[in-house]
Nanobody, 122 residues
């Protein structure tokens, strides 16, 4: 199995920043695109950002474009989500995912972490 482990979640005031990390097996680094999804309380899981296997392509949801940045380090076997200018609408459980292509749907990804909670207070 491909085990993904998220970290970096927590509580922050509106306007602040957080950086999430997701550790993945070395084998995954050269094989899979990576992505971040989030699930706000009472809502469906939604796409946030994705990055190609070599890091040369990235795509973002309109709601986070210009505020969030996805990146990866295939030597350290880690994908990051830098989140700036956070607002209360960003409150959600954030999930790391691995898949074959940089798509925007939940169904496109084969492996998932257990999530890390981000809470933004006004």
């Amino acid at each position: 199995q491909v085990q993904l482990v998220e970290s970096g979640g927590g509580s922050v005031q509106a306007g602040g920043s957080l950086r999430l990390s997701c550790a993945y097996p070395r084998r995954t680094a050269s094989t899979y695109a990576m992505a971040w999804f989030r699930q706000p309380p009472g809502k469906e899981r939604e796409f946030v950002a994705t990055i190609s296997r070599n890091g040369d392509s990235t795509y973002y949801a309109d709601s986070v474009k210009g505020r969030f940045t996805i990146s990866r380090d295939n030597v350290r076997n880690t994908v990051y989500l830098q989140m700036n200018s956070l607002n209360v609408e960003d409150t959600a459980n954030y999930y790391c995912a691995a898949g074959g292509r940089t798509l925007r749907t939940v169904e496109a990804y084969n492996y998932w972490g257990q999530g890390t909670q981000v809470t933004v207070s006004s």
